[in-house]
């Protein structure tokens, strides 16, 4: 599992597991238990594709590696969501946009790959409606944890809210429309292109895939 993977990957993991350890030396406890969590959730979506016999691509699980470190140990433990304030859009844009190439996928392989059991502009919607929503729930999830445990994950309160709906909204726009260009043909790379390696990655779940 851990050679199979890319360098940055690797490299990730294993500079989480030694500051994990130096803060375990150092008894600096939120630190080592913010590192383990990062590397855990890190390793989280390799396993479940174990289990569910999926061949993620490399690529895709590296970027996967670098949003949870950026999410939870540089924006939480370097403070970046309060030193830049660019970072929480930037995180929330990401994980919209690979959101929606989940959905997209996720949609693609019910129809086992074929690309004309229903609108292209259909299969896309839905890419975009579950990223949309996932979104929606995480702000809920942060609107709970600020009134339950007085957190302060909303930051700003309504505009905070308001700027990670919009920013959810156009990233999941673009995860959709990058599956939508799929469809149409037009792979071009970059997202396109990581649909199509995950594709041909895992030929059985798309039996009915014709290529133009």
């Known amino acids: 599992m851990f050679s199979e993977q890319t360098l940055l990957t690797r490299v990730i993991w294993i500079a989480l597991g030694l500051i994990m350890l130096d803060a375990l030396i150092q008894r600096e406890w939120s630190l080592a238990f913010i590192a383990l969590a990062t590397l855990a959730l890190s390793f989280a979506p390799i396993l479940v594709a174990r289990w569910a016999e999926i061949d993620v691509p490399p690529s895709f699980l590296t970027a996967i590696v670098i949003f949870v470190g950026a999410t939870l140990f540089m924006g939480e433990v370097l403070d970046f969501y309060n030193r830049?304030?660019?970072?929480?859009?930037?995180?929330?844009?990401?994980?919209?946009?690979?959101?929606?190439?989940?959905?997209?996928?996720?949609?693609?392989?019910?129809?086992?790959?074929?690309?004309?059991a229903a609108?292209?502009?259909?299969?896309?919607?839905?890419?975009?409606?579950?990223?949309?929503?996932?979104?929606?729930?995480?702000?809920?999830?942060?609107?709970?944890?600020?009134q339950t445990f007085g957190t302060n994950m909303q930051k700003s309160g309504l505009m905070d809210t308001i700027t990670d709906l919009i920013?959810?909204?156009?990233?999941?726009?673009?995860?959709?429309?990058?599956g939508f260009a799929y469809l149409k043909g037009r792979a071009y790379g970059g997202l396109t292109g990581v649909i199509d390696e995950f594709i041909r990655r895992n030929p059985r779940l798309f039996r009915r895939l014709r290529r133009k």
Request: no cysteine; charged share 10%; proline share 1%.
């Open 84 to 116: 830049f304030w660019w970072w929480d859009i930037a995180m929330h844009g990401g994980s919209a946009i690979g959101f929606g190439l989940i959905g997209f996928v996720a949609v693609f392989m019910m129809f086992q790959g074929d690309r004309y």
């Open 119 to 146: 609108p292209h502009w259909a299969i896309a919607f839905f890419a975009f409606a579950f990223a949309l929503s996932i979104g929606t729930l995480w702000e809920i999830f942060e609107f709970a944890m600020d």
């Open 167 to 178: 920013v959810n909204t156009i990233g999941a726009a673009l995860g959709a429309a990058s």
